[in-house]
């Protein structure tokens, strides 16, 4: 039972000196409190945030913070927790709400060009569902491993199915609507995705794209 | 907003699909109306994302916008989403596009103003 306060403490106060430490320890935000490695991976982000560029600031001479002890202090050395995020679908305001929620949720673990594909991705899967299924759901998922940062997206609804999904995927299929270009175009944002259709048993699909971390 | 031969819009960044399809409409609207009317400037600069329906809207709007004589240009694509539009597979081939407002009223071989007669 650490809280994320006492691991830094040390770290900051050798690096900053302990007068200028206990000043950035009072800005913090809140989740500081809490204990080591029960942050998401979001708020990890905001806090070493923070931290890091408290430490460009008043770090003493020769005291440099060597990179990646104040994550380990915050996550106990393993991945953050997940930040999951699920936004119901049933207009064309909630398309755009899930995009920007994509683009807050990417920012700075993906790049910009990721952050727009990504965002690209769900507006695609997110209009399938209002157009087709009339209502659906679209949950994100932003989840830490050793290596990468994954971005999750799962599309769900119990509309009426993708009729001739095989000459979709092939790609030489039109709609009236869009392009027809929408599933095919999304599986190229994204490293991988997979669709589970059934007609009149709605549709689900998931997909996922990864950056290795710097 | 008119300028001389030239209609340009800017599309907001909130766009939703209906959004798309009244601005769509108020454009086809004014173009078949308006007298000496040559180019059309789409400015989508505000856009930090345009996914295949948003480029169905524009690509149609410039289409539409051939039918009364009136040259549709795509102004302010970012290059992230120019780069995105290609994976997506979107072809926009058919619409004119130019780097800057300047570059698309050369485009458009159309000065804003010649006062000086």
């Given amino acids: ?214 | 907003m008119r300028l001389g031969h030239c209609v340009f819009v800017s599309v907001p960044a909130e766009l939703t699909d209906s959004h798309a399809r009244f601005l769509q409409e108020t454009v086809s609207q004014r173009l078949s109306v308006a007298d000496g009317v040559r180019g059309l400037v789409l400015d989508v600069s505000a856009l930090s994302l345009i996914d295949s329906f948003a480029a169905k809207i524009l690509g149609e709007t410039a289409s539409i916008a051939r039918q009364f004589g009136v040259k549709g240009v795509l102004v302010g694509v970012r290059p992230s989403v120019a780069i995105t539009l290609v994976e997506l597979g979107i072809d926009l081939r058919h619409v004119e596009t130019a780097l800057t407002l300047e570059l698309a009223l050369e485009k458009l071989q159309l000065r804003i103003v010649s006062t000086d007669a």
């Fill in chain 1, 1 to 214: 039972m650490t809280s994320i306060l006492s691991a830094i403490e040390p770290l900051m106060n050798e690096c900053l000196g302990p007068a200028s430490a206990v000043g950035v320890f009072r800005t913090l935000p809140q989740p500081v409190h809490q204990e080591v490695g029960s942050l998401t991976v979001v708020e990890v982000r905001e806090l070493l945030l923070h931290l890091e560029t408290s430490v460009r600031l008043f770090a003493r001479p020769g005291k440099a913070m060597a990179p990646g002890k104040l994550r380990d202090a915050i996550t106990g050395g393993a991945p953050a927790k997940a930040r999951e995020e699920r936004y119901p679908i049933s207009s064309d305001r909630d398309v755009l709400v899930v995009q920007r929620a994509t683009q807050m949720l990417t920012r700075g673990f993906f790049g910009i060009t990721d952050g727009v594909r990504l965002a690209t991705a769900v507006s695609e899967l997110a209009r399938n569902i209002y157009m087709y299924a009339g209502r659906g759901e679209v949950t994100l998922r932003l989840s830490e491993e050793p290596n990468a940062f994954v971005f999750g997206i799962f599309a769900v609804d119990q509309g009426p199915g993708i009729p001739h999904l095989e000459t979709i995927m092939k790609g030489d299929y039109r709609s009236s609507t869009g392009l027809g270009r929408g599933i095919v175009g999304t599986q190229a944002l994204l490293n991988s995705m997979h669709v589970d259709t059934a007609p009149g048993k709605g549709t689900r699909i998931t997909g996922e794209r990864r950056v290795r971390k710097s």
